[in-house]
């Protein structure tokens, strides 16, 4: 007997979020802890959520105290910035099916809805790599052709990770197609453990690298750089610094900085977090937005900001910490960048679980309508039923309304072959 949907709508909902949170892998290795406790309206997207990050003290000499820290929980806002749909009719016959269908039904009719919006939340995530300033791998070279020199690319990833104090469990890796076939082939040369190898040849999945758990992303950002030209007396900072803006000067015309770009600055070096010590390779930074030099001077805004002291301190310079860049220290890009000008490359992430963060909200459907919105597990999507009687037919939308963060970009390393 077929089915009016009238008492079934909260299991299509649940099937729907069923499929969503099963085949969205990448959704699945990032944090999805923190979820909002308002609902999104028409009216309400966009808006932004506080969430809160764990604290940091810094250590005292001797037994006498010194200092009293006091509790320094910060927050970071999510926008709620994405909402997705997808809409379909369906006909008094293709809604027509029975208990011992419905599976079929649904991967017929629900499935196909829900894989549009998977591709939605798995790009915004990638998109996430114009928040993170660490970088590997050389443009045009990246795993090479051996198995040695593509360890070496992972273990420099895992090497800047373990300098930031990143958790050594919960690491991942995804690599697009290209760089996941050549990772393939490289470590198909002379390292053969005989079971991962072989699996990995007859499934195409990568197998565990240097602690990251391995993966194949297709919706990897592309990130096209500036032009800045590496190691050039042209692009040098004046020391004015207020939050994260830099003032450069002589800023030559043939110079732009768009937003993702890396760049280093000559006295600055990164930092033990938890120590402060420095690690001896020169802090990176990411540029917020794009720049186009003008009138031989140009602010740029870089994350993160420079912390010279402190329970957060970033960084050291060459022989004591900074409060503000000397004057004419030059800003570079990284050496393995330098052959990157305008180029256009994937930029590949290896992270810890928690250092990226997808936060979803429920929606609150306009009055008249027949909503049912389903959560779960940090995912959330409302379907809305609304009927056409001209036509004889009802439509279904399924609407998600979700954000994404970098909640800890220094856990996370961009990665070009």
């Avoid at 320094?72 to 909402?83: L, M």
């Avoid at 419905?102 to 998977?118: G, N, T």
């Avoid at 912390?307 to 990284?334: E, H, Q, W």
């Avoid at 290896?350 to 919105?373: Q, S």
Wanted: net charge neutral; hydrophobic share 35%; aromatic share 8%.
């Amino acid at each position: 007997m077929g089915n009016s949907f009238v008492d079934t709508v909260k299991v299509v909902g649940d099937k729907m979020l069923e499929f969503l949170d099963g085949y969205s892998d990448l959704a699945s290795k990032v944090d999805r802890s923190l979820e909002s406790s308002f609902e999104m309206s028409a009216e309400s997207y966009g808006q932004s959520v506080n969430v809160p990050k764990p604290p940091r003290y810094s250590s005292q000499d001797g037994p006498v105290i010194s200092q009293v820290s006091t509790v320094n929980i910060s927050t970071i806002p999510v926008a709620i910035d994405q909402w997705k749909n997808v809409t379909i009719s369906l006909s008094a016959l293709d809604r027509n099916y029975n208990a011992k269908e419905f599976d079929a039904w649904a991967e017929k009719y629900l499935k196909p809805m829900v894989s549009p919006l998977i591709n939605n939340v798995d790009t915004a995530i990638f998109g996430l790599y114009k928040k993170v300033a660490n970088h590997v791998g050389t443009p045009g070279t990246g795993f090479g052709t051996t198995a040695v020199t593509a360890l070496d690319l992972m273990g420099a990833a895992r090497e800047m990770l373990t300098y930031q104090n990143t958790p050594k469990e919960d690491r991942v890796c995804y690599l697009n197609p290209t760089g996941s076939r050549k990772f393939s082939a490289a470590m198909g040369t002379n390292y053969n453990p005989i079971g991962p190898v072989g699996s990995m040849i007859q499934s195409g999945n990568a197998f565990r690298t240097e602690g990251f758990e391995m993966y194949e992303g297709t919706n990897v950002a592309i990130h096209t750089c500036g032009t800045i030209v590496a190691n050039t007396s042209t692009t040098q900072s004046n020391g004015a610094q207020v939050g994260n803006s830099i003032l450069l000067k002589n800023f030559s015309t043939a110079t732009t900085l768009l937003a993702g770009d890396v760049v280093c600055f000559a006295t600055l070096y990164e930092v033990n977090p938890t120590s402060g010590k420095s690690t001896g390779t020169l802090k990176r930074f990411v540029i917020n937005a794009d720049v186009t030099a003008a009138s031989n001077a140009g602010t740029i805004s870089i994350s993160p900001s420079i912390i010279p002291s402190g329970p957060f301190k970033n960084v050291t310079g060459a022989t004591a910490d900074v409060t503000s860049l000397a004057d004419s220290t030059v800003m570079t890009i990284p050496t393995q960048l330098t052959t990157n000008t305008a180029r256009s490359d994937a930029q590949q992430l290896a992270f810890w679980k928690k250092a990226l963060g997808l936060v979803c909200v429920p929606i609150r459907a306009p009055e008249g309508l027949k909503p049912i919105t389903r959560s779960w597990n940090g995912l959330s999507i409302t379907l809305t039923i609304g009927a056409d009687i001209f036509q004889y037919a009802e439509y279904f939308r399924a609407d998600i309304a979700y954000g994404t963060v970098a909640f800890y970009p220094e856990n996370c390393v961009r990665i070009t072959n």
